[in-house]
């Protein structure tokens, strides 16, 4: 389950990109086939494996009734009529012994072609210059961006909780 044991051949390959270093407030992309993460954890824990080695932990920024973002309307037009702005991407942390990544969640409704792209974009792989004029490049770029800015304020969140509760302890909040 965790990489340790014989590998296990599945339908449908894990959807994944890495960037080729991690560290960044986004290291990649991970496009599920369904909407159940749960069922497909297993297989992207393998597949991270030999990059994070063992996997200890893995945090989410949403929470099970959250609806997640429909990538699908956010070209530029739609989000003029929205008003939209930097709507919450859906992130994972996931933390290995040697390693962690910092992954978008692509939801499994996504097109093809923007899903893609985002995966594409999100570990920085090049785009040749004719793509980057397409919607969907120009939604997958606008999707990355929201998602590092997210992450780093979501850093932060994580960075800070543990002072903070350090400061009250010692009466100092």
Same mark, same amino acid.
């Given at each position: *389950?965790?990489?340790?044991g %014989?590998g296990?051949r599945t339908?449908?390959p894990v959807?994944?990109?890495?960037c080729p270093?991690? &560290?960044?407030? @986004?290291?990649?992309a991970?496009?599920?086939?369904? &909407? ?7 297989? $992207?824990?393998e597949?991270?494996? +030999?990059? $994070?080695?063992?996997?200890?932990d @893995?945090?989410?920024?949403? =929470?099970?009734t959250?609806?997640?973002?429909? $990538? /699908?309307? *956010?070209?530029?037009?739609? #989000?003029a009529k #929205?008003?939209w /702005?930097?709507? !919450?991407q859906?992130l *994972?942390?996931?933390? &290995?012994?040697?390693?962690?990544? !910092?992954?978008?969640? @692509? +939801?499994?409704?996504?097109?093809a072609a923007?899903? !893609? #792209?985002?995966?594409?974009r999100?570990? %920085? #792989? +090049?785009?040749?210059?004719a793509?980057q004029?397409?919607?969907e490049?120009?939604t997958a770029?606008?999707?990355?961006? =929201?998602?590092?800015?997210? =992450?780093?304020a ?14 009250? !302890?010692? &009466?100092?909040?």
């Open positions: *389950m965790n990489g340790l %014989g296990r339908a449908s959807r994944l990109t890495l270093a991690l &560290g960044s407030d @986004i290291d990649g991970w496009w599920p086939h369904t &909407g159940s993460v749960a069922k497909e954890l297993p297989e $992207l824990i597949s991270l494996h +030999p990059v $994070l080695g063992e996997v200890v @893995i945090n989410i920024n949403w =929470s099970a959250a609806g997640a973002p429909i $990538l /699908n309307t *956010m070209s530029t037009g739609h #989000m #929205m008003g /702005n930097d709507r !919450r859906r *994972m942390v996931v933390v &290995g012994k040697t390693a962690c990544a !910092r992954l978008i969640v @692509i +939801p499994h409704t996504t097109t923007l899903a !893609r #792209m985002v995966l594409r999100a570990c %920085g #792989m +090049p785009i040749p210059s793509e004029e397409t919607s490049y120009q770029d606008r999707v990355v961006r =929201s998602a590092e800015t997210e =992450s780093a979501w850093a932060t969140r994580v960075v800070d909780a543990p002072k903070a509760a350090e400061n009250t !302890r010692a &009466g100092t909040a």
